[in-house]
């Protein structure tokens, strides 16, 4: 009898294992996968850029030290913790009109750290639409204010304290890229920057661990 048992829980957990529900993920995420490297290489041939510059790490392309972005690499992680948390929460709670203002930010967040990454502000956009990096700014500017403008009740309820510190450090940052350069200027520049990260994220985290919160509450009224 427990021999039997012990088959149907196998049979069980290998139709589990290969359904067809997770056959067709395997298969979709793979060809995702196969188009992302199939751009790579179409990019590299538009460009003339070597395949390797453009899969290997850059500190290996550079032959630079592995210490080199230290900061920034630390900045990029942070931003992208908050932008998963933040999705991750919000796709979740997909039902709960509260989710859609942490949607919204986390995606405006994930822009930001492609930005980052990138140096969109600095570069690409510049390039493509003419616009100089203080329009631009202006224009990621408007587009959170929207974001919070139409998540206004849920900022309410939410920690407001670690955004409007980010915020203010935020602000501060660009206020200094202003300044004449040097290793001081960039040490606050990029000190304030950070700072701004860390308490951004820290909004976005404190946000969705609110919503888990008012579930939970909600389901045990129930």
Not at 163 to 179: E, M, P, Q, T
Request: aromatic content about 14%.
């Amino acid at each position: 009898m427990r021999n039997r048992v012990g088959n149907n829980q196998d049979q069980l957990t290998q139709s589990r294992v290969f359904s067809g529900h997770q056959i067709r993920e395997v298969v979709l995420i793979f060809a995702i996968c196969i188009l992302a490297l199939s751009a790579v290489v179409a990019f590299g041939h538009l460009t003339g850029t070597k395949i390797s510059h453009l899969t290997k790490d850059p500190l290996v392309v550079t032959k630079g030290r592995v210490y080199l972005g230290m900061q920034s690499n630390f900045g990029v992680l942070i931003w992208w913790s908050g932008a998963v948390i933040g999705l991750f929460t919000a796709l979740l709670l997909r039902q709960r009109l509260a989710s859609s203002f942490l949607f919204h930010l986390s995606l405006f967040t994930a822009f930001l750290t492609l930005d980052d990454m990138f140096m969109f502000h600095e570069r690409i956009w510049p390039s493509i639409t003419g616009l100089s990096e203080t329009r631009l700014f202006l224009v990621y500017f408007l587009w959170a204010t929207l974001i919070f403008f139409l998540g206004r009740k849920d900022i309410v309820r939410a920690p407001v304290l670690s955004l409007i510190v980010s915020v203010v450090f935020f602000a501060l940052s660009v206020g200094l890229d202003r300044l004449p350069n040097s290793q001081l200027q960039t040490l606050f520049e990029d000190g304030a920057k950070f700072i701004g990260q860390v308490f951004w994220t820290l909004f976005i985290i404190r946000t969705a661990l609110s919503h888990f919160e008012k579930t939970e509450q909600k389901m045990l009224v129930r």
